[in-house]
């Protein structure tokens, strides 16, 4: 029962470095979601794909691109990346619309020095 | 953005203690979910409202869907030391395809 895959768990970049995020999920779901959780804070949306094919900005977009590679795969990349953008990030997925729960995976911890 | 004020902010408790939290808005929703997160993990979900006044149980743990729309809230009963995590709500706003999430609840709970 792998649900939502995330890659790589942990990761330490130094300023101006890029990085792909890696998410995957086994449940034929349609949409996919990336957050970031910062302490304090409560999760918040980067991105999101309704469906194959399509993405659409979230809350906080800016320094982030991301690629809805098929129905599985969603991935999150950092070109130039900055130390605000230290945090938790999280992938999503759900059946359909936003009102359909999300099934989160355990996160990618990224540290940008 | 849209706040979704949830409080409170941490609870310390002594195991068997019955817990409640909630989460309020100045706005209007049509969806609410409940999720806990356990250290290094993601959110996993727990309840899931989608009516007004609608209240649903899952084990120990009730949550309701405010009448007024506006607010959400979720009973832990005699709590037990693996209750512990953070517990985030998180609501759909009406007439948007957003979801807001709250700051959390982190609860620790003795033995």
């Known amino acids: 029962n792998a649900g939502v895959t995330q890659t790589p768990k942990f990761q330490v970049l130094k300023t101006g470095q890029s990085m792909t995020l890696q998410c995957a999920q086994d449940?034929?779901?349609?949409?996919m979601y990336w957050y970031r959780q910062d302490p304090g804070m409560g999760l918040r949306l980067i991105y999101y794909?309704?469906?194959?094919?399509?993405?659409d900005k979230g809350e906080v977009p800016n320094g982030y691109n991301v690629s809805r590679l098929n129905k599985r795969e969603f991935s999150l990349r950092l070109e130039s990346a900055a130390p605000s953008q230290t945090s938790v990030y999280f992938c999503?997925?759900?059946?359909?619309?936003?009102?359909?729960?999300?099934?989160f995976g355990d996160g990618t911890r990224l540290s940008i020095l | 953005g849209q706040q979704l004020n949830q409080s409170p902010q941490s609870m310390f408790i002594q195991e068997g203690e019955d817990v409640s939290m909630n989460c309020t808005s100045s706005?209007?929703?049509?969806?609410w979910l409940w999720y806990k997160q356990d250290p290094g993990e993601g959110p996993v979900l727990l309840i899931a409202?989608?009516?007004?006044?609608e209240l649903t149980s899952n084990g120990r743990l009730t949550a309701q869907f405010g009448i007024t729309r506006k607010d959400s809230f979720l009973n832990i009963s005699a709590s037990i030391p693996s209750d512990v995590g953070i517990y985030f709500c998180?609501?759909?706003?009406?007439?948007?395809?957003?979801?807001?999430f709250g700051t959390g609840t982190r609860l620790q709970v003795f033995p």
């Open positions: 794909s309704a469906s194959e094919g399509t993405t």
């Open positions: 409202l989608y009516k007004a006044g």
């Open positions: 706005s209007i929703f049509n969806t």
């Open positions: 449940m034929n779901h349609n949409s």
């Open positions: 998180a609501g759909r706003l009406e007439g948007t395809d957003k979801l807001i």
């Open positions: 999503a997925s759900s059946p359909g619309p936003f009102n359909q729960p999300q099934h």
